[in-house]
């Protein structure tokens, strides 16, 4: 009797082990101080750390003013993917959003990340955005214009 709830045990634990698994590159995304209108636009990296593909199912944020694109598309073990994350900036003040993110994962089915900064007038000029920086935006805005007209 021992050696089957041991045998069983031991298959639960390598079942889980080859499993999908949900890692984020941060779970919150601290944009600072910055100013009215400014461009609210944020990605978070996802990485498949398991050995199956991993699916994410959907991205829900707390309210109207946060707006999250993302790929329903497997992703393959090893591999990453982005959820841009749009924050609309011309509301004035301090915000900290919650955004919930659905997959496939059998242990962190629900992840939580978090977006938060200030919106204000006086927020010092924004730098400009490095080539390397430029390049990963516009490439990131055409896989985003891509997944809008796929829906």
């Excluded at 021992?2 to 941060?26: E, H, P």
């Excluded at 101080?33 to 990605?43: E, H, L, V, W």
């Excluded at 900064?117 to 214009?145: C, I, M, R, S, Y």
């Amino acid at each position: 009797m021992k050696n089957l709830f041991a045998g069983i045990a031991l298959f639960g634990t390598f079942a889980l082990a080859t499993a999908q698994t949900i890692t984020f590159d941060r779970t919150t995304y601290e944009y600072g101080t910055i100013k009215p209108n400014a461009d609210g636009t944020r990605f978070f990296t996802v990485t498949n750390t398991g050995d199956k593909p991993l699916i994410l199912s959907n991205v829900k944020p707390s309210c109207g003013c946060t707006t999250p694109e993302f790929s329903q598309d497997p992703i393959a073990p090893g591999k990453s993917a982005k959820i841009k994350v749009g924050y609309n900036t011309a509301n004035p003040g301090a915000f900290n959003k919650m955004i919930e993110v659905f997959s496939n994962d059998p242990v962190n089915s629900r992840s939580v990340i978090y977006i938060k900064g200030d919106v204000n007038a006086n927020a010092p000029e924004p730098k400009p955005l490095t080539a390397a920086e430029q390049k990963a935006k516009a490439k990131a805005d055409k896989k985003a214009a891509k997944l809008a007209a796929k829906k």
